[in-house]
């Protein structure tokens, strides 16, 4: 008599590449101090897209150790999103999460969300997380107050909030079955998280929020996208060009949406051609180029919830293709957080409102 095939309750899959420091603790945090039920309830699923150093044999001799961790092995390096990819394929959980290598959970993570899976049965599962930055200080993101008080499960038309926590696919554990409805892949490039998340938000019927940190989002890692200059940051506009391909495909009469989307789009754009980290200082000026023509591209017709201050003036900088004006006001922006820097030891050298990764204040309609 043939016995059914008992699939894990949780797949998590892990992209590795360049991440030899930090691996070892990123793979403990997930399979650490798991009883027996939990350990039975998740496989581990790692990526080795080409890494250059160590990382290759350290999951060979990771996985020899522990039954429940297999090694997908690129033969070449296929970037973040398509290694995501090649780890789903693999995935037989009823949940997928992915996690990045360079990250990690906090103690009796796992367990909990695990306990939430089996709860609330939803579709989607978001969760809070901490900022680590290389000197040990920690902090809360401008989106953790937007997860307070969900209980149970909802749609994102009873909590739009929700559309504003940060876009990445790290923060949300999706019900496998749900992403193969919804055909929802990751695309190659950099920023690949935009399309994947946004859809995953708007199209579930039902989402749960776990009101708590369980994950540790590293900063400023040498080689991580957030902290490196390059011309790649240019990818972002074709991400969002899928994004809105997407939404006029499967929701071509939805305006408020629509709205919602593209000022968050705006406000990230903003922060990627603003970020000295990301931004070598040549390409600024084309980048802002390229940031108009998204505006003048997918501008809704009934205008859209412009934040408020800085953030404001930017959007309307950009409105009016006024480089010259957006540049002289991102210097003295800079210059104005140096010397708040200089006169009190908690002040930051340049606040940053970002709706699309920390979101600000919505407010008005341009």
């Known amino acids: 008599m043939a016995t059914e095939t008992r699939h894990p309750l949780l797949s998590v899959v892990v992209p590795v590449y360049g991440v030899e420091a930090h691996l070892h603790q990123c793979l403990d945090s997930i399979l650490g101090g798991l009883d027996a039920a939990d350990a039975a309830e998740v496989e581990l699923i790692a990526v080795d897209d080409a890494s250059p150093d160590r990382c290759g044999e350290m999951l060979r001799a990771y996985a020899a150790r522990r039954p429940t961790v297999r090694i997908v092995t690129m033969p070449s390096n296929v970037g973040l999103g398509l290694a995501r990819n090649a780890g789903l394929d693999e995935a037989t959980g009823r949940y997928v999460w992915f996690v990045d290598s360079d990250d990690w959970l906090p103690p009796d993570t796992v367990p909990a969300v695990l306990a939430r899976l089996r709860t609330d049965r939803p579709d989607v599962l978001l969760m809070d997380h901490l900022r680590v930055h290389h000197d040990g200080r920690r902090e809360e993101d401008a989106s953790s107050p937007l997860l307070r008080g969900v209980d149970g499960c909802v749609r994102l038309a009873e909590r739009p909030q929700l ?10 554990v999706v019900r496998r079955a749900f992403l193969t409805e919804l055909d929802l892949r990751f695309f190659p490039g950099w920023y690949e998280d935009i399309p994947f998340s946004h859809p995953l938000l708007i ?14 989002y590293r900063q400023g890692r040498p080689g ?31 305006t408020g949406l629509r709205a919602e989307l593209f000022a968050l789009m705006v406000s990230h754009l903003l922060v990627v051609v603003g970020n000295e980290h990301r ?3 040549e390409l600024r000026r084309p980048f802002f180029r390229r940031v108009v023509e998204h505006y003048r591209r ?20 950009v409105a009016a293709n006024s480089y010259l004006a957006y540049s002289a006001l991102r210097t003295a922006h800079r210059i104005a957080g140096r010397l708040r820097s200089a006169g009190t030891a908690t002040a930051s050298t340049e606040p940053v409102a970002v709706p699309a990764e920390q979101p600000g204040a919505l407010a008005g309609r341009q």
Not at 203 to 216: K, M, N, Q, S
Not at 245 to 252: I, K
Not at 304 to 315: D, N
């Open 203 to 216: 199209a579930a019927e039902r989402i749960a929020v776990l009101d708590g940190i369980c994950y540790h």
């Open 298 to 317: 997918y501008r809704p017709a009934g205008g859209y919830p412009r934040p408020g201050g800085v953030g404001g003036l930017k959007h309307r900088l």
């Open 163 to 172: 559309l504003r926590v940060q876009h990445t696919a790290w923060n949300k």
């Open 279 to 281: 931004m070598p200082a």
């Open 224 to 254: 991580a996208i957030t902290s490196t200059r390059s011309d790649r940051h240019f990818d972002v506009f074709d991400q969002y060009d899928r994004l809105f391909g997407w939404l006029s495909a499967v929701r071509p009469d939805d």
